[in-house]
C-alpha cells in the first residue's frame, strides 16, 4: 500500500475520477487512494461520495496513461504517483522567536521582568515569549549578566516583544504544571468565597456611621413627624360641597 507521502490530492476525488473512467480493481483504487476497498465499492455503487466531483489524475500530473493502462493489464499491478515537476520545499523547522533589532536591546529587561513576576515560567517558555537562549536567561537569573547593573524589569506585552494572549497561554500551561500548595501554605491563599466576604452585617449596611449605627438610627425615626409633614406638603384636604362640585 502506498505511503503517506505518496498519497495523492484529493484521494476521494481521485477515487471517484478512476471508478467512472477506468476498469480498474476496487483494491488498486483503494491502495492509491489509500481507502477502504468497501469505500471504493461504496462509491461505485453511488452509495459514497455523492456530489464530489471526480478529480482527474492525469491532467494534475499525479499519473500517466501508461501508468493506469499497467495496472488494468495486470490486476497485481499498484498504481505509482508520478513523479512532480516542482518540488515544494520542506517547511523549515520553527526555530527562535525573531526580535527586531530595535528591540533586542530590551529582551534582558524583559526577561527580568518575566523571571520576577512570573517565576513559574520554565526557560523553555521565556525562550519562546522573547526570542532568548538559555544562556542568557541564567545570567539574568544569576545577576551575572554583563549590564545587569542597569536592567529594568520591563513587560514584553508592552515592548512589543509577544502578545498578552501568548503570555497569558504560557502562564496558565506553568500554573497547570505546579505542584498543589498545602492548606497552612501562605502562597496559597486564594480569594475568599461569596459566603465568607458577604457577611449579614454587609449586607444590613453595618459599620460606623458617625456615633451610632445604621441600625441606631432607624430606631430613632419618629413615624408621627413623618406623616405630619407629609400631610403639610399635600396642602388642603377639599370640603365635600368642593367633592360634589
Not at 477515487?15 to 467512472?20: G, P, R
Not at 518540488?87 to 523549515?92: D, F, G, I, T, Y
Not at 515569549?129 to 514584553?156: F, S, Y
Amino acid at each position: 500500500m502506498a505511503t503517506p507521502l505518496n498519497t495523492p490530492l484529493m484521494p476521494k476525488a481521485t477515487a471517484v475520477w478512476l471508478v467512472e473512467n477506468t476498469a480498474l480493481s476496487f483494491d488498486q483504487i483503494a491502495a492509491f487512494c489509500r481507502l477502504h476497498p468497501l469505500e471504493v465499492k461504496a462509491i461505485a455503487d453511488g452509495e459514497a461520495a455523492q456530489g464530489i466531483k471526480g478529480l482527474d489524475p492525469v491532467i494534475t500530473g499525479q499519473l500517466t496513461r501508461d501508468e493506469i493502462n499497467r495496472a488494468v493489464n495486470n490486476p497485481e499491478h499498484r498504481l505509482k504517483l508520478a513523479e512532480p515537476k516542482v518540488r515544494v520545499p520542506e517547511a523549515k523547522r520553527r526555530g527562535p522567536r525573531y526580535t527586531p533589532v530595535s528591540r533586542r536591546h530590551d529582551r534582558p529587561n524583559a526577561i527580568l521582568w518575566l523571571l520576577r513576576n512570573h517565576p513559574e515560567l520554565k526557560d523553555a517558555a521565556i525562550m519562546r515569549l522573547v526570542g532568548t537562549t538559555k544562556t542568557t536567561i541564567l545570567q539574568i537569573r544569576e545577576r551575572t549578566h554583563w549590564n545587569a547593573a542597569n536592567l529594568t524589569p520591563m513587560d514584553p506585552v508592552t515592548l512589543g516583544l509577544t502578545s498578552q494572549l501568548e503570555l497569558d497561554l504560557e502562564v496558565e500551561k506553568a500554573a497547570k504544571s505546579l505542584p498543589p500548595r498545602e492548606p497552612g501554605d501562605p502562597g496559597a491563599a486564594t480569594l475568599l468565597s461569596v459566603d465568607d466576604t458577604v457577611t449579614p452585617e454587609a449586607l444590613m449596611g453595618a459599620g460606623d456611621y458617625g456615633s451610632g449605627s445604621r441600625g441606631d438610627t432607624e430606631d430613632e425615626l419618629d413615624a408621627d413627624a413623618i406623616f405630619a409633614k407629609l400631610n403639610s406638603l399635600k396642602g388642603p384636604e377639599p370640603d365635600d360641597e368642593d367633592r360634589e362640585g
